[in-house]
């Protein structure tokens, strides 16, 4: 009877010694995504999908596809949290049977680590956002990209837009 009442005790106290710290939920907000949304260079007010869009970064010499051949007017990429710069290639109209037209940008911040709790860590947040397309003659499909926001602290709303 008495190991009963004491494993009663600690069942007790070790869950009441847990505070909402030491549980990281799907609500606390975390590093954000870079908000992109791709309209028309004609009429920039209308959004306009990109045909069979792939999305591919390097990272270790790796080539890793956040995108996969998807068509779309609005994308969210992670940037590289342990560096001030992420380097991206977007190719449009890439299929099994055309390797597409391919556009290399750059974006460069600056980050800023915010800790959240125990459990979740922390979280970064990119400020200074710039973008630097690399320019080939005659071959880019992106004419042109703008930062909406330079400070990247949450996906409530367009960070860049990218007209084509």
Known sequence: MIQKIVLLFLIVGITSACTKDDICTKETPTTPLLVIKFKNKINPLLS?????????????????????????????????????????????????????????????????????????????????????????????WISEIEVNKSKVENEDETHVTIFH
């Open 48 to 140: 306009k999908n990109v045909t069979n869009l792939t999305v591919t970064t390097i990272v270790n010499n790796d080539s890793i596809d956040i995108y996969k051949s998807q068509t779309t007017d609005s994308i969210l990429i992670p940037l590289n949290t342990g560096t001030n710069n992420t380097k991206y290639l977007f190719t449009e109209n890439n299929t099994s049977s055309n390797s597409g037209n391919t556009d290399n940008v750059n974006f460069s911040y600056q980050r800023d680590n915010i800790y959240i709790n125990r459990a979740c860590a922390f979280k970064v947040i990119f400020k200074e956002l710039i973008t630097q397309l690399e320019i080939v003659e005659g071959e880019n």
